[in-house]
């Protein structure tokens, strides 16, 4: 992973690691959206310059990848770098969570 | 009472906040926006009052791809009206809302809509600049052209005129991202 990568994406914002977390499945934009607000119930809803901007600007980094084209809506998934991001960012916001939870015993 | 109404509005590259302020209070009072045209002329036609958020994105990849772009705008219940220099245009009633909305939801992707309008607009500008303008101006003046005749005379101060005009518009871009980063820190 070079350092470019890891400057933009380590930490990531909360739309970043959305969107990786749910192209481990193909999805589109509009897809990754409902999903989130599902998942949160409602709490995150992204907005679409955002997803569209964070899309176009993740696949050019090779995080994830165009699969196809359905009624105008592109699916993406996750790529190997894409999965390795991912990793880093989980191992960051679990750690950040053991530290929640010794603050509070 | 006519149903159709133009008005002139001039507003920056840098003020597409003041912009979407404005055409959301013109529908607010009844005037809803239909188009917009050089060099700023904004055409309304009568309608219900009614809260609707207005909002501007630049981006280029999505012109180039207009159909996937409109799509998840269209997904999220925003209806597109139009490109204009750039810029595209949404709108959505705020009763189809739950709680505050834009097309962007985090700072980092409004920050990133800065920087295309800046590598877009500001870039360009930026080469003509150093590439025409100053080198012209540092000629003249090592020709002392000021005090030569009419014609060099008055090219002179047309380039001196343009180059102050290009720094003031370099400054206010670059207060309106300081401002925009500490509003936002």
């Known amino acids: ?105 | 009472m006519s149903t159709f109404k133009k008005e002139f509005r001039y507003f920056t590259i840098f003020d597409y906040e003041k912009e979407q302020d404005y055409l959301s209070q013109m529908h607010e009072h009844g005037w809803k926006f239909t188009t917009v045209y050089f060099p700023g002329i904004y055409c309304f036609e009568a309608c219900q009052p009614e809260k609707v958020v207005y909002q501007l994105d630049y981006n280029q990849d999505g012109l180039a791809h207009k159909d996937e772009y409109l799509q998840i705008f269209r997904d999220c219940g925003w209806e597109y009206l139009m490109d204009f220099v750039g810029y595209s245009y949404f709108r959505k009633p705020a009763a189809e809302m739950k709680e505050d909305e834009g097309i962007f939801c985090d700072d980092e992707s409004r920050l990133d809509m800065m920087k295309r309008i800046f590598r877009g607009r500001m870039v360009p500008l930026l080469v003509i600049f150093l590439v025409v303008l100053i080198p012209q101006l540092m000629r003249q003046l090592a020709d002392n052209a000021w005090t030569q005749g009419t014609f060099r005379s008055s090219l002179f101060w047309f380039y001196l005129g343009l180059t102050v005009v290009y720094l003031i518009f370099f400054i206010r871009f670059a207060l309106h991202y300081l401002q925009f980063k500490n509003r936002h820190r």
Do not use: W
Not at chain 1, 22 to 41: F, K, S, W
């Open chain 1, 1 to 105: 992973m070079d350092a470019h990568i890891k400057k933009v994406y380590v930490p990531m914002t909360e739309t970043g690691f959305y969107i990786l977390l749910c192209l481990r499945t193909p999805n589109h934009g509009y897809g990754i959206i409902q999903r989130v607000e599902a998942m949160t119930d409602g709490e995150i809803r992204l907005a679409p310059g955002t997803m569209y901007g964070s899309l176009s600007k993740m696949e050019k980094d090779g995080l994830i990848e165009f699969v196809q084209e359905q009624d105008k809506r592109k699916i993406y998934q996750i790529t190997k770098l894409g999965e390795e991001v991912l990793s880093l960012e989980m191992k960051r916001i679990k750690r950040l969570y053991r530290s929640v939870k010794e603050a509070e015993q």
